[in-house]
């Protein structure tokens, strides 16, 4: 954390969080009673996002890439 912060690093990150909090909290606050339920419904959409949803430029899920290109999951 010394180095000097540059936009670009911040990027996929930002992306990520907006895209989760449009497609899964905006609008629909009213179905998420506690933490828990709130906590549950992210990691749940983290293991969407990893690892169903496609990517229409890899045409395969990131952890399909992943495997199929690396070899790792």
Same mark, same amino acid.
């Given at each position: 954390?010394?180095?000097?912060?540059?936009?670009?690093?911040?990027?996929?990150?930002?992306?990520?969080?907006?895209?989760?909090?449009?497609?899964?909290f905006?609008?629909?606050?009213?179905?998420?009673? &506690?933490?828990?339920?709130?906590?549950?419904?992210i990691?749940?959409?983290?293991?969407?996002?990893?690892?169903?949803?496609?990517?229409?430029?890899?045409?395969?899920?990131?952890s399909?890439?992943?495997i &199929?290109?690396?070899?790792m999951?």
């Open positions: 954390m010394s180095r000097k912060g540059n936009c670009l690093d911040n990027s996929p990150t930002e992306n990520f969080f907006g895209r989760m909090k449009e497609e899964m905006y609008g629909k606050e009213h179905l998420y009673k &506690n933490k828990e339920s709130l906590v549950r419904s990691i749940n959409y983290i293991n969407y996002y990893n690892k169903e949803r496609i990517v229409n430029r890899l045409k395969m899920s990131p399909e890439y992943r &199929n290109n690396y070899g999951i």
